[in-house]
């Protein structure tokens, strides 16, 4: 079964940084692909970034050159590196990966940029 247990969120000020961890139940090899999604209140949940299985990169515009994913596979662990944030940033983060064909998601995790 997969489980992917998020961390990191919290409340932090404009130009701040913070790192979300998503810790997966299989190693990362097994994911076709993994990434992170976010969704603010009243919106619909949109992508920010994700990496592939041979380790290609993509991020929405609006976080390009702040966000930077990464993974850690001795750990079994996906990231995202937030620089530079903004109140525009707030949003519930989640982290996705896809296996045999199925989607699985973390819990969410709350981020809060606020002054």
């Known amino acids: 079964q997969v489980q992917l247990v998020e961390s990191g969120g919290g409340l932090v000020q404009p130009g701040g940084s913070l790192r979300l961890s998503c810790a997966a139940s299989?190693?990362?090899?097994?994911?076709?692909?993994m990434g992170w999604y976010r969704q603010a209140p009243g919106k619909q949940r949109e992508l920010v970034a994700q990496?592939?299985?041979?380790?290609?990169?993509n991020y929405a515009d609006s976080v390009k050159g702040r966000f930077t994913i990464s993974r850690d596979s001795a750990k079994s662990t996906m990231y995202l590196q937030m620089n530079s944030l903004e109140p525009e940033d707030t949003a519930v983060y989640y982290c996705?990966?896809?296996?045999?064909?199925?989607?699985?998601w973390g819990q969410g995790n709350q981020v809060t940029v606020s002054s």
């Open positions: 299989l190693s990362l090899y097994r994911f076709d692909n």
């Open positions: 996705n990966a896809k296996y045999r064909g199925a989607y699985y």
């Open positions: 990496i592939t299985l041979g380790g290609s990169t």
